[in-house]
């Protein structure tokens, strides 16, 4: 990023294949923040928070909305499942939460998804066979690609009557032929669905905020706090992941300026989240996946299970040449690293240092189609140790070789470690050094 102004604008990404702990990070985060925001992906993220042992799992409200001081923004990159949200809303408000509307604002420019990009994504997914990308199903591919295709319904367009019934017309006559014609499902109604949007924009008219982009760009310059809150990981991005098997939009750090609708020299941080292991959801290429007990032992011990489908994730061991890719694409200026508590236990760690591909040893990440399948992981082994880390307070109180490992990893990847994470609640959470 560009250091013109300094601003305090932190962007907060996922350095792995998302499920990093983003959501723990940014909520512990927001208590020091003015701002909060979503700035791309939809409610296939699943950031998961836990507040004096209650669990709140969100999917497309900002991470901060726990913290009634920071505002909540979801930006124009956000593909915005009106359904989902109007639930989520509906549930933090029951929970006591969100109690003023100013606390949520959500740009004009969004996109909408609706029940018929779900049914779409689920429906290619069920004919994929092996080309199965292992989508949350939550429809973000088809709502992307109405957004490409200039398509989309916008959030604002639910504000003008006739605008939206005729888009939607238009947009289900295509949707319809498809879903009618060559997935052999029943076709959905655009009256009702009228109907339901209507409904639902009626609810979610408070939160309306015609231009976000100015909001953030005004908070900026006024040095207000602000945390950009990245959904999935570097691996899942469009462009720069493990395509085809990643997500519909950029998940990399520079999406949040594109998301948000701010320039590149507004924002001086990025904290990359890695956990101090791997884990992925979805088919896809991983170098040091665990198809073993220890892999086993790692989805039990770290509750591997998606937040937003109840998927088992895939484990391994942590992969630094991989690492090293986030910190590159994203420019990560400090990392945090989570759940290390899920490594006690173990006599033995290893983390991948490099890889070999047809008989060479690499140290970078292979980006070419058809590579990072062949490649195998090559280890260093580290100690393990036994003792319970998550009731530690203190960085200096854990034992020599959890201090060991962190250092290990803020070596090889040249890039200080701000925060060390010893378990899901906020006051397990060890900070090396102030945030903003
Ligand atoms: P989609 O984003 O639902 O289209 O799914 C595409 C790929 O991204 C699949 O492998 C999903 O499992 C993965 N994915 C999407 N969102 C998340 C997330 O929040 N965490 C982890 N993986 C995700």
Redesign the pocket.
Known sequence: MVHSTLMPGIIVIGAQ???EGKGKVVDVFSAQADYVIRYQ?GA???HTLVVDGKKTVLHLVPSGVLHPNAVCVIGAGVVLDIEILSQEIEALQEAGLLKDPKQLLISDSATVLLTYHREL?QAREQGAGLEK??????G??PAYEDRASRKAILFGDLFQSSTLKQKLMSSLKEKNFLLEKLYKRKPVDPESVFKSVEKIAEKLAPYRCRDTSLIVYKALKQNRKVLFEG???TL?DLLHGTYP????SSTLSGSACIGTGIGPNMIDKVMGITKAYTT?????PFPTELSDETGERLRSIGQEF????G?PRRCGWLDLVALKYALRTNGITSLALMKIDVLSGFKEIKVCTAYELDGQVIKDYPVSPGDLERTKPIYETLAGWSTDISVVKNIKDLPKQVQDYVQFIGKEMATPIDVISVGPGREQTLWLKPLF
């Open positions: 294949w998302g499920d992906g296939n993220a699943g994504d990308i292992g989508t949350t199903g939550k973000i591919g959904a999935q990981g899942l098997y990643v997500t519909s992925r959801v979805g088919s896809g998606g937040a937003t489908t998927r």
